[in-house]
């Protein structure tokens, strides 16, 4: 069936430097993106998201890219810190409806 | 404003037994949507309710059931309880259903273990 899945497992990265962690979609009727942080032992919290007609939005130190013709969807993070190391979710929608689905997640390890 | 509020936090139940957990969403949302997170599927979508009706179910058996009621406030349950049920289970509540810049927002979780 069709699924949102992501490239990387697992991602280590400097204090400082900029991350971006991917995510690959099949649905096409999908219209709305969202990142989600999910740090140990919490819920998912909302990062940002994005809608089809767009392919990029901004914001605090994220920055979200959306390719359709590939049906890609990334996450770029600017300047990580060790705050950010968490497990980071992908997840499409289809208007209408609160049915989302869920990547498998990229866990990102911040190293100081 | 308060967040979305799940209880209990964390529970231990019997293999047979059945369990009822409990939502708030955000004051003023009316979109109720439940979600099962475990390491081998990862986040799965349950069921969604809206002014008390049940808009979306996902491909979980019978046993899993779930309610909103007036005040949106949601409760999930599971009966006959098996040791695969064991996760966290996830509210996640928005002002409406549906997307186009309708924010969907997670509690912490109930964590669920069956022995």
């Known amino acids: 069936g069709e699924s949102v899945g992501l490239h990387l497992p697992t991602l280590s990265v400097q204090e400082g430097d900029n991350s971006i962690i991917n995510c690959a979609y099949s649905?096409?009727?999908?219209?709305?993106f969202i990142w989600y942080k999910q740090e140990s032992g919490k819920g998912p919290q909302f990062i940002i998201d994005?809608?089809?007609?767009?392919d990029k939005r901004q914001g605090q130190r994220v920055t979200v890219l959306l390719n359709k013709t590939v049906k890609h969807l990334s996450l770029q993070i600017a300047a990580t810190q060790p705050g950010d190391s968490a497990v980071y979710f992908c997840?499409?929608?289809?208007?209408?409806?609160?049915?989302?689905?869920f990547g498998a997640g990229t866990r990102l390890t911040v190293k100081p | 404003k308060a967040g979305v509020t799940q209880t209990p936090r964390y529970l231990i139940k019997t293999r047979g037994q059945q369990v009822t957990l409990s939502c708030s969403p955000i004051?003023?949302?009316?979109?109720v949507s439940w979600y099962q997170q475990t390491p081998g599927q990862g986040l799965q979508f349950l069921f969604e309710?809206?002014?008390?009706?049940?808009?979306n179910k996902g491909n979980f058996p019978g046993r899993f059931s779930g309610r909103q009621f007036s005040n949106s406030r949601s409760e999930m349950n599971v009966s006959t309880l098996e040791l695969g049920d064991s996760a966290l289970y996830l509210c996640?509540?928005?002002?409406?259903?549906?997307?186009?810049?309708?924010?969907?927002?997670f509690g912490e979780g109930s964590w669920l273990t069956v022995v």
């Open positions: 309710y809206f002014s008390e009706t049940q808009r």
């Open positions: 996640a509540s928005s002002l409406t259903p549906g997307s186009s810049g309708n924010t969907i927002y």
């Open positions: 004051s003023g949302h009316r979109s």
């Open positions: 649905n096409s009727a999908s219209d709305y």
């Open positions: 997840a499409e929608n289809i208007q209408g409806n609160n049915d989302m689905r």
């Open positions: 994005i809608r089809s007609n767009m």
